[in-house]
């Protein structure tokens, strides 16, 4: 399980002063599974854009440490509880330098959740994890459902899934060719097939390329992409 927070902050020093802090309290409750993404450049936006994202992976901890991680809800937009779409958290096993960390805020209507999640489990995950596998241009894959919205700023769009890709250069020139053969090869479809009937069931709230910082307080933290 995940527990989620889409964050805006109104400068650069209110969001690293709150990272400090959110950071110190998370440790202090044990908490270290968790990876910060800071938004650099928006290629979908539905609203006012988001500059934060704070994904806390709590699969070895009781669902009630829910509620003792602080909710400060003049800077969230969101905070959610989500879980993976099965299979759906995939890595490279090799040591791979990415650049690039896609975030999507993905929005289903409800008659198509069970579809899309179909989609990703036939085509779009067994696909992904051949070219991380296989490929050199992708690092990591996650796809993450909502399954309980604890708190959602009115104003703001909605959605019900993430998804988060660290790739490098070579995988903007690459992906289309790459999971073409994949999808043909596992599910036979072609890559329009796969991709025209995802454009009418789902839309991107965001979509952004950002910075990944994985537990700022930690002596060996990691740091991908350019810093914000």
Not at 142 to 148: D, K, V
Request: aromatic letters at 10%.
């Amino acid at each position: 399980m995940y527990l989620i927070d889409t964050l805006i902050f109104n400068s650069k020093s209110e969001k690293k002063k709150y990272q400090r802090i959110f950071s110190k309290k998370l440790n202090d409750i044990n908490i270290e599974t968790y990876t910060f993404y800071t938004s650099n450049l928006f290629f979908n936006s539905r609203g006012d854009k988001w500059n934060l994202l704070c994904v806390i992976d709590l699969s070895k901890y009781n669902r009630d440490i829910i509620n003792t991680i602080p909710l400060t809800k003049d800077v969230t937009i969101r905070r959610e509880y989500m879980e993976l779409t099965p299979n759906a958290h995939v890595k490279s096993l090799k040591s791979l330098k990415c650049n690039l960390n896609i975030v999507e805020h993905v929005d289903v209507a409800d008659k198509y959740l069970e579809e899309f999640q179909s989609i990703m489990i036939q085509n779009n995950i067994p696909a992904m994890t051949e070219i991380i596998h296989k490929r050199s241009w992708c690092n990591e894959f996650i796809a993450l459902e909502t399954r309980n919205i604890i708190y959602h700023k009115s104003k703001f769009p909605k959605w019900n899934q993430i998804h988060l890709i660290s790739l490098n250069l070579k995988g903007v020139l690459l992906f289309k060719k790459d999971f073409s053969t994949v999808l043909k090869t596992h599910s036979n479809i072609s890559f329009e097939q796969n991709f025209s009937r995802l454009k009418k069931i789902r839309v991107f709230t965001y979509k952004a390329n950002a910075s990944k910082t994985k537990n700022i307080l930690s002596n060996t933290h990691s740091m991908d992409g350019n810093s914000q």
